[in-house]
């Protein structure tokens, strides 16, 4: 059973907008972050934005003012709110949970802008 389920991704044009979503598929204890990587063709995986306990979030400089992470800790929930996207965001989308036990991965979403 996949950790972390992420939907929402898709094709968008560019300066047009996605909201992506992960979910846990069971429950985690003691999550200290949970944040949204992507990795790129031809790139490594980067960090896009962390949400992490106590409400506290961090974005890569590429996306500051762009995007928006936010969680529902009831539900153990992240959200990634992706506004005027460029074709440069376009990549396969992770959702990551950390906890002192262990680091879970969901199974990637793709995101294609296009110009």
């Known amino acids: 059973q996949v950790p972390l389920v992420e939907s929402g991704g898709g094709l968008v044009q560019a300066g047009g907008s996605l909201r992506l979503s992960c979910a846990a598929s069971?429950?985690?204890?003691?999550?200290?972050?949970m944040g949204w990587y992507r990795q790129g063709p031809g790139k490594q995986r980067e960090l896009v934005a962390v949400?992490?306990?106590?409400?506290?979030?961090d974005y890569a400089d590429s996306v500051k003012g762009r995007f928006t992470i936010s969680g529902d800790n009831a539900k153990n929930t992240v959200y990634l709110q992706m506004n005027s996207l460029k074709p440069e965001d376009t990549a396969v989308y992770y959702c990551?949970?950390?906890?002192?036990?262990?680091?879970?991965w969901g199974e990637g979403t793709l995101v294609t802008v296009s110009s």
């Open positions: 069971r429950v985690m204890f003691s999550i200290n972050a």
């Open positions: 949400i992490r306990s106590g409400g506290i979030t």
């Open positions: 990551n949970a950390d906890t002192p036990f262990a680091s879970y």
